[in-house]
């Protein structure tokens, strides 16, 4: 902390000194937080923040909209414009929308395709990258490296078609297809995200390991990839909400009907729905609730996994 | 291919670190090679195999006249000929095109200035960055039947007084696409939002400090540090929005399916149809080898004509 006080401001050092002679705070990284707060010493300002409370408001209004309509009967919703609060709690939108939409089956199908997905994402990707980033001189690690850089620019409707085609071929029109697909199309922007990361960490701690005679492989689990772990964290989160609310995949790669899942679910339903928004909301929000519980309580990680992805 | 240049790589390697003892270093990469090889390759393999191979089939069947099943011929390039006099690819493109301009101006703009406002010294600063990051993790599709709701029912008894929007604005051909737009900017902000705030969190409070001391008003500390200090982000900001919005599909999907009639029917949504459902297999793909390469030519004269704009600051 003391090495970093040049570096910053005068007020930053003096902070930086104030807290070390405190030293009955709490954990360093709440200190840390707390010193960035006080070095801000601008005043509120109240202008922004009625300006940021506003405009949230267009992106909870969706949501409070979803949660109103679920819970209200059919007459109760005809007779209003849908924001009113309902009359009566009407819960049992919530089961018939789990029956007919054969929830329990979809949430089952979107978790294994996404916690697989990530898994297999995690174990492998970092892997590839791994090998490119040390070996990023040699004109083969390099060649792959731009090719999968160039795929990025590759729309998904060229491949669209013939990939159908491929995986019926293959029997891989189902769940386990998907979870490859996603592995195997993740991998331009991992090895991405990734190699920039694996560059900066030194390899002298790999040599240490390699004189005791660990192998590449072994180097790799054992050293490296514990290290990936911010990496590995930002590279899961966007798996994850890839996996788990994309639509145009599992719609044209799957053909079982008991393949389906979350969004796909709802997309079919959606005709017999037609008439019927109360029961369809609850469907919706049952759809969307389990990425929204788990960022609610993972926010904060969440958000800055994302951040550290886009400054790479 | 890799098998046959390994044994000679490793083999070099091993005699340099004969020959001289600062090669001893080298010899162990030259040992690891191989695993380095064997990390690579099969995913490379499977990489071409379900990426590169479905877009080379593809442009290979876009000189024939295959449906999709059954028999084929070579047709040459009559595909490519009746797209250019086919009103309704011409439709989509028109479409597409004009939501996806909207949509990356209006997102990049109201994006900038949420994380402008996220960035200055607010009440609850993170908990309205969690707030604002929420439609990131929901699903289009499913945001999409809430709006669908919204526009079709509830904006019609909001604001009865508003023409396009008292009877229901996504049955309105000319205007459909508005609504479009405003799912569409209301799902990608969130994300922007969050790339912008990791932009401006990089820019050092001295350089304001100095700016204010100057006399620079909020307008000149914008136009002079801020958005010359974030133009990466800006340039990146803006080409990965338009090429995102140019393949726009489950936002279409939820709110219109395409109409009304193929009024706000987009690319691939066109390519879907027709690939899938119309038995124009190798039409479509034909379509598709052309939005590759509109796509490609978008994002490089984007990418030029904003990283000049970058340079001149």
Redesign the interface.
Known sequence: MTTAAPTTTSTAAMIALDDEIDTTEGPAARRRRRRAEQLDTRKINWWATALIAVCSLTVLIPLYLAVVVSLKTPDDLASGTGFELPTTWDWANFGEAWERTNFPQAIANTAFITVGAVVLTLLSNSVVSYAIARNIHRPFFKGVFFYLLAALFIPFPIIMLPLVKQTSLLGLDNQTGLIILYTVFGLSLNVFIYTAYIRSIPIELEEAARVDGASTWRVFWSVIFPLLAPMNATVGILTCVWAWNDFILPLVVLSDPAARTLPLAQYIFQGQFNTDYTVAFASYLMAMAPLLLIYVFAQRWVISGVMRGSIK | M?TT?LPDVAGRASRKGVDDGAGK?RS?LGR??P???W??VP??V??AF??????L??VF?SFTNYA?YGAWDFIGISNYVNLFQDDRALRAYGFSFGFAIAATILTNVIALL?AL??N?????R?T????????????????G???Q??FS??LP??LPSIPVLADNILSNPDWAWVAIVVLAV?QAA??SI??Y??GLQ?IP??LYEAASLDGAGALQQFSRITFPLISA?FTINMVLSL?GF??V??HV?ALTNGGPGTATES??LL??RG??QGGE?AY??A???I??IV??VV?LLQFRVLQRREADF
């Open positions: 890799a240049t270093r162990a690891a090679l695993a380095y090889y990390m690579v995913a490379i499977l990489f379900f990426h590169t191979l479905p877009v089939v593809g069947f999709g949420i406002g996220l200055a010294k607010i009440v609850a993170n309205f960055r969690g707030v604002y990051f929420v439609p990131y993790v929901l699903a289009i599709l499913v945001v039947y809430v709006f709701f919204f029912n509830s008894k909001l209301w969130a994300f969050i790339i705030l990791a990089t409070a001295e982000f090429k140019l393949q599909f489950d999907v690319i691939t390519i879907y690939g899938f297999f479509q793909t379509n598709a080898v939005f590759v796509i490609t994002s």
